[in-house]
């Protein structure tokens, strides 16, 4: 069964940082493309970073370009998220996406979610 | 930037009926289209991809259809369970991967 553990949220202030981690356990974790969709509490859906199976594609969405960094290790089965110079409309709850191919396309499977609230 | 634009806001339908849930894409993203559903406290699921397969357990009351901009989820016989919020999203043109601003469907 394919699982997705996110960790890492927390409450922090604006202009600092944070590191999503998520844990995938259920599949070959190096054969398929990752990302990390938010989601402000009563809200919709926004995409906020991608990586294809062999990290040769990271991709972020403008809100988040040049603050967030993704990365995979496929080694640990584990896809991280640094979060720099935080803003408060970054808070939402962050899941873990697995996506149904090798190559950025659409999500799969989904974790639970990490809630990080960016406040001071 | 490919726009998602899902329609109604929100739909009230007696259990039984069926529903019907549009999403228009700002230009055209081939097949490329997903459809999820969500329900309060949980996570989205991912119920329909390639705009008409469904994914693996979804029933058949569960069909999609179109391409290009013009996209429907229609919902047969509604079932209690089937109550949430439906989501499209385009992965045809990206980054950024993008959603519909959501459709509920809410209990008639």
């Known amino acids: 069964e394919v699982n997705l553990v996110e960790s890492g949220g927390g409450l922090v202030q604006p202009g600092r940082s944070l590191r999503l981690s998520c844990a995938a356990s259920?599949?070959?974790?190096?054969?398929?493309?990752m990302h990390w969709v938010r989601q402000v509490p009563g809200k919709g859906l926004e995409w906020v970073s991608g990586?294809?199976?062999?990290?040769?594609?990271?991709v972020y969405a403008d809100s988040v370009r040049g603050r967030f960094t993704l990365s995979a290790d496929n080694a640990r089965n584990c896809l991280y998220l640094q979060m720099d110079s935080l803003r408060p409309e970054d808070t939402a709850l962050y899941y873990c996406?697995?996506?149904?191919?090798?190559?950025?396309?659409?999500?799969?499977?989904w974790g639970q979610g990490t809630l990080v609230t960016v406040s001071s | 930037e490919t726009v998602m634009t899902q329609s109604p806001a929100t739909l009230s339908v007696s259990p039984g009926e069926t529903a019907t849930l549009s999403c228009r894409a700002s230009?055209?993203?081939?097949?490329?289209l997903a459809w999820f559903q969500q329900k309060p406290g949980q996570a989205p699921r991912l119920l329909m991809h390639?705009?008409?397969t469904r994914a693996t357990g979804v029933p058949a009351r569960f069909s999609g259809s179109g391409s290009g901009t013009e996209f429907t989820l229609t919902i047969s016989s509604l079932q209690s369970e089937d109550f949430a919020v439906y989501y499209c999203?385009?992965?045809?043109?990206?980054?950024?991967?993008?959603f519909g601003q959501g459709t509920k469907v809410e209990i008639k």
């Open positions: 996406v697995k996506d149904k191919g090798w190559d950025i396309a659409t999500f799969d499977t």
């Open positions: 259920g599949f070959t974790f190096g054969d398929y493309a």
């Open positions: 990586i294809s199976w062999d990290s040769g594609d990271i």
């Open positions: 230009q055209s993203v081939g097949s490329n």
């Open positions: 390639a705009s008409s």
């Open positions: 999203q385009q992965y045809d043109n990206w980054p950024p991967l993008t």
